[in-house]
Structure formats: structure tokens, C-alpha cells
């Protein structure tokens, strides 16, 4: 990876890069880092400027990053102290311009990318060299020949975990919408018997229902009513 500032300003601003050009001394004591998070201190730290004054330091400064990683982050602090003679009170970020290079896809390099790393288990190297860096999941050693039975291991392992969990979070599932449903038959079966207006009655082996032994008993005493009137007259008489 590449990284390279370029800052004209210098020269722009006074018409000569000497020691009365107050920038260069806003940039002394700069640090790159090549990081895969936003925290510089969990990165590979590339350069760390312990040498230029204001009359030495470049208005484009180019370095090289042999590591991999997603973040480049120019640094630069007025904290700790004592600093040098010619160090500014106060840090600054004024950079013109920010140029970085490097693979986009891992397993090559070279100037333009396109030589495949050596090593066959090699997952990225080192952009000039072609050394690798870092091995693909599964391999170890200083070329990734040879196998990591660890980590393969761990994946055998984590595989038939996973899907154990996840059968048996679909039959807890299952048995849950069986039992559900279950539920609400049972709850509809009670519902109609209990409201059943064709209530049966057992009599001496006969089934009658209850509006017939209803109807039945208002006709049995209309005709008993009936019999004693027309009955009447006649004892009179």
C-alpha cells in the first residue's frame, strides 16, 4: 500500500519554502497507520516522523505500507510534549490532497495487481515482495502449508451445532402451532355442545326431545279441560 500527501500550499503561500513559511511546521511529527477499524491503535503503525524540520519536509511526502488492512489514517498531536524545536503550538490537518494504492482484490501484487501470491493458501502478501501475510482460513506457517487443525476443528464443530439449534428451535415451533390448534378445536366442540338447543332426553328406552315433551303436555291438558266441560252439563241436567 502506497500513501502519498501532496501540499502546494507551501510554496503557493510565500513564494519560497524556508523557514518563514509557518505550514511545515503544523505537519512535524506526523504518523500513517494502516488499520482494519477506525482506531489507529489497533493498526500497523507505517510511519512515524522523527526527523524533519521545517526546512526538510516535503510538500508531497510518498511512503510504503507493506501490511493489509481497510482504514489509512494520517495522525498528528500536540499532547505530550517536549517537541521538537520548530514544532508548531498546535496540531493541524491541512492536507491538500491524499493519495493511497494498494489491491483491491486479496491473493495478489505487483505494480499492477495481477501477480497471484506464491503461496497457493496464501490469502493476501506483501504488495512488492509477493511474502505472504496472512493465510487463508485453515492453513498456518510461514508459507501456509501446513494445515490448522484448530480452526478446521472449531468449523466442524460450530456446523453440526448450528443446525441442531436450529431443529430444534422448527420442532419447538411445530409443536407449538399443533398444540395451538388443538386447542382452539377442542374449545369450538365444547362451544356447540353446551348451546345444542336439540337437547335429547332417554325415557324407557325412547328419545324424545324437549320441545315435543313440551308440546305434548300443553295438548294433554287442553284435552282434559275440554272433557270436563262437556262433562258438566250433563251431571246437571
Known sequence: MFFRWLCLGFLEFTGAYDLRNGFPSR???????????????????????????????????TTTCPVHGQYVIYYNERLKGPYREGFSNYAHNELCEVEVYGCNTTG??????SIPCPDVNCQYCHIETGTCQGCKTGYQ??????????????????????????????????????????????????KHGV??????????GVVQHYDELHVRDTEETYTALKKAEEETPYEEI
Not at 495478489?108 to 495487481?113: H, I, K, V
Not at 348451546?195 to 324407557?204: A, G, P, Q, R
Open 27 to 61: 505537519f512535524l511529527g506526523f504518523s500513517v497507520y494502516v488499520s482494519n477499524t477506525t482506531d489507529r491503535l489497533q493498526g500497523t503503525l507505517c510511519y512515524k516522523d522523527d526527523n524533519f524540520t521545517r526546512a526538510t519536509i516535503p510538500a508531497v511526502f
Open 108 to 113: 495478489y501484487y505487483g505494480p499492477e495487481c
Open 141 to 190: 506457517g510461514h508459507r501456509c502449508e501446513l494445515e490448522d487443525k484448530a480452526a478446521q476443528t472449531s468449523v466442524t464443530v460450530v456446523f453440526p451445532i448450528l443446525f441442531s439449534v436450529i431443529g430444534l428451535v422448527l420442532m419447538t415451533a411445530g409443536l407449538f402451532v399443533f398444540f395451538k390448534i388443538k386447542k382452539k378445536r377442542f374449545n369450538q366442540n365444547g
Open 195 to 204: 348451546n345444542d338447543k336439540n337437547i335429547e332426553l332417554s325415557s324407557h
